[in-house]
């Protein structure tokens, strides 16, 4: 048995966990989320907590027991509490700005960069230099903040680029003068 898969889900207080026409749907405070039912998985839900079971033990219910449990805790936490990404923007004349729901990016090109409104997610700023990514789905909230960083990567010898607040650059030493 998986060891993630077995772990059972607490559902809080508030939120409310169902099977409808073969989908998972989660309710919160913060929205709705559905994920289709993987083959071979059933549920047990009961008081305050959900479990993942499998019903065959073949290889592919065995590889979507765990990721069908972490799947499922991921959007039971995301319509509970939501998830949020920051990004900073590191260089000097480097900023963003919001412009309406999205993101106007000055980041060393000659023009500015627009970044357009998601829907699922919102933007808000720290000063002009840290954008933070808001929602409640973590598989999007990951992929807008892996868009954004994309525009301008950190480069390794100044470090200059939109980063993830917690990332550390690789910086490379560059040139030295020959004598």
Do not use: W
């Amino acid at each position: 048995m998986s060891r993630i898969g077995r772990k059972p889900i607490t559902i809080p207080s508030g939120t409310t966990v169902e099977v409808q026409n073969d989908e998972l749907v989660v309710r919160g405070s913060k929205g709705e989320l559905r994920c289709p039912l993987p083959q071979y998985t059933s549920f047990e839900i009961t008081e305050g907590e959900l479990i993942v079971n499998r019903s065959k033990n073949l290889r592919q219910a065995r590889a979507n027991h765990g990721l069908t449990r972490s799947l499922i805790a991921n959007m039971v936490e995301g319509v509970t509490s939501g998830f949020e990404k920051k990004l900073e923007l590191v260089g000097t004349g480097y900023r963003a700005s919001m412009k309406g729901a999205g993101l106007n990016l000055t980041v060393g090109f000659s023009h500015p960069v627009e970044f357009a409104a998601v829907p699922g997610v919102t933007f808000s700023m720290d000063g002009n230099t840290t954008i933070i990514v808001k929602g409640i789905d973590k598989h999007l909230v990951g992929q807008v903040s892996a868009n954004i960083r994309k525009i301008r990567p950190p480069e390794p010898y100044k470090g200059k680029g939109i980063r993830y607040s917690d990332e550390q650059v690789r910086r490379k030493q560059g040139k030295t003068a020959t004598k």
